[in-house]
């Protein structure tokens, strides 16, 4: 296996492939993924090579809720490197209750084009 090859776990459906994935030249794609059981695990190989993202679900401060932390979400993926970052920025938010599912608490969140939304309402305590 080349160093650059990178094992991956399949999360498109329940199947799960253990996966590996290698940039190769001599593959008309540029890529080889071996071990997919179909084409969309050889697709997701290749975005996790060369442009892994990931879904962030997290919670803020929430004031005066009727709890103390409201579940939140960003509304896309984001480059998987941009989670620190943007978890520095979250940590940093307070909301103020009632707050309605779906409000938008961060807009465009990092450059990234994705919002921070709520994940539930909440009312005020
Ligand atoms: S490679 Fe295909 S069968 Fe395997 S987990 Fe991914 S989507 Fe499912």
Do not use: H, W
């Amino acid at each position: 296996m080349s160093s650059e090859a990178k094992e991956i776990i399949c999360i498109i459906c329940p199947v799960g492939c253990r996966m590996t994935a290698v940039r190769d030249k001599n593959s008309p794609s540029g890529f080889l993924v071996s071990e997919n059981q179909c084409k969309k695990g050889e697709a997701y190989g290749i975005e996790e090579l060369t442009n892994p993202t990931r879904v962030l679900t997290t919670t803020v401060k929430i004031n005066p809720g009727i709890y103390n932390r409201l579940p939140v979400r960003i509304n896309g993926s984001i480059p998987k490197n941009k989670i620190f970052p943007c978890m520095k920025v979250i940590n940093k938010v307070e909301v103020k209750a009632p707050i309605k599912i779906g409000s938008v608490i961060i807009e465009n969140i990092l450059n990234t084009g994705c919002d921070l939304i709520a994940s539930r309402s909440m009312k005020a305590s």
